[in-house]
């Protein structure tokens, strides 16, 4: 059974424009942390089996694969090295979902979604270190992403404009 680490943080925006930038699969460099540029490995820029490739501040470049399209409300990335998952997982996905807020906003709730190798060892691991470093990671990306729609400005420091 996968871990999940996930946040939840409210934009002070519509859900319909929120998508609306959500949607552009070129601006996660704009605000995910520790990202420095990312380009499409396919033709398409939306929608399932559309690619990309990250580029990281740290590491080498990352694969994202678009494995489900909830037009409006969100979508998951398969998270890879080529044919291999991303290390030390066994499998990995980054679920980017919006919905209504009350209050006419919108609610940003993230997560990181994970499968660990190594069987008991693995879930032990995950317990007492992984899973808190995920949803830490999780939570940057949450309040990153927040400030970048709220005010349109650049939120990852690790991104230098061309």
Request: charged fraction near 25%; charge should be neutral; include cysteine.
């Amino acid at each position: 059974m996968p871990s999940v680490a996930t946040c939840e943080v409210h934009i002070n925006l519509p859900r319909a424009k929120v998508w609306e930038g959500l949607r552009d699969l070129s601006r996660a460099p704009l605000y995910v942390p520790n990202l420095t540029g990312a380009e499409f490995t396919t033709a398409s820029h939306e929608g399932v089996g559309t690619s990309r490739r990250v580029f990281q501040l740290k590491g080498q470049p990352l694969d994202e694969t678009v494995v489900s399209w909830d037009e409006g409300y969100g979508f998951k990335l398969r998270l890879h090295y080529g044919d291999k998952p991303l290390a030390p997982f066994k499998a990995a996905w980054f679920d980017y979902r919006i919905s209504d807020a009350p209050d006419g906003g919108t609610l940003f709730s993230p997560a990181l979604i994970y499968e660990m190798p190594w069987g008991i060892a693995g879930r032990l691991l995950d317990a007492l270190v992984v899973n808190r470093g995920a949803r830490g990671n999780t939570l940057q990306v949450a309040e990153s992403f927040k400030r970048h729609y709220e005010t349109g400005e650049v939120t990852n420091p690790a991104y230098k404009p061309k």
